[in-house]
């Protein structure tokens, strides 16, 4: 299983919400370089960055941030946040990220999704499917699309995604424990299905059993944020799941 810390940007500041709400933000670190840095430094390969103000006004806006950590570092970055048009795949990649999440646009284009993942493949485009009480949420959390979050991901991995990462919004940045449930409804619906999914999992993971738990379960990666920044989860702490 795959361990990916989080970085979300503000404003051009590293920061966590809580279940995504943008008025509950902390500042963690005024520059997300550095915070990359001390990732890299602790063992970390893998980075998920979030462009919080893209989410929210629909177009990429932090694209210095990913050139800045992706010229500076060596991780391999997965970049969500205002990804709406093949243009602004095309500016990701060429501002170092190495993968890119599309969720709102999975929802609203779903053809133009389809076409990245016709264009770039299934290793390099990730299916987002967050959810609030069981139904998909876009537009930086704050639009409820109605659909039910494993028949999104079931739909979609049977056109081809491999990759999917699901947060449970009301577990996000609460530090209460990850949403084992949701998880295991996805990946029973997709064996199934006769399907095969790569799906990590976001979202309230608050300590190194929450990891253990999530890797029994099935799950390919785990995403965590507010745990390392809050240290209720330490990066040694993390370095044998690392490592394997």
């Known amino acids: 299983m795959e361990i990916i810390p989080a970085i979300d940007i503000i404003e051009g500041a590293c920061v966590r919400l809580s279940q995504g709400d943008y008025q509950q933000k902390k500042v963690y670190d005024q520059d997300p370089l550095q915070a990359a840095k001390r990732l890299e430094q602790a063992g970390c390969s893998r980075l998920h ?23 500076y570092t060596n991780l391999v970055i997965d970049y969500g946040g205002g990804i709406k048009h093949r243009d602004d795949v095309k500016t990701a990649f060429s501002a170092g990220a190495s993968m890119i999440t599309g969720g709102s646009v999975a929802v609203k284009d779903p053809n133009q999704f389809l076409s990245w993942l016709d264009l770039y493949g299934s290793d390099r485009i990730i299916l987002g499917a967050d959810a609030r009480d069981g139904r998909v949420s876009v537009s930086g959390w704050m639009e409820d699309s109605g659909l039910d979050v494993v028949e999104f991901i079931l739909s979609f991995l049977k056109r081809g995604v491999r990759r999917v990462i ?64 809050e240290g209720t989860i330490s990066l040694e702490q993390l370095n044998p799941w690392m490592e394997e």
């Open 166 to 229: 699901s947060t449970d919004i009301a577990q996000d940045g609460m530090l209460a424990g990850p949403s084992l449930n949701l998880y295991k409804r996805i990946l029973d619906a997709v064996e199934q299905a006769g399907l095969a999914v790569e799906l990590t999992a976001s979202g309230g993971v608050s300590k190194i059993e929450d990891v253990a738990e999530l890797k029994e379960l099935g799950v390919s990666g785990v995403i965590i944020g507010k745990a390392l920044y």
């Open 49 to 71: 960055l979030v462009d919080l103000d893209g989410a929210r006004e629909g177009r990429i806006i932090n694209t210095r941030v990913l050139e800045r950590i992706s010229a």
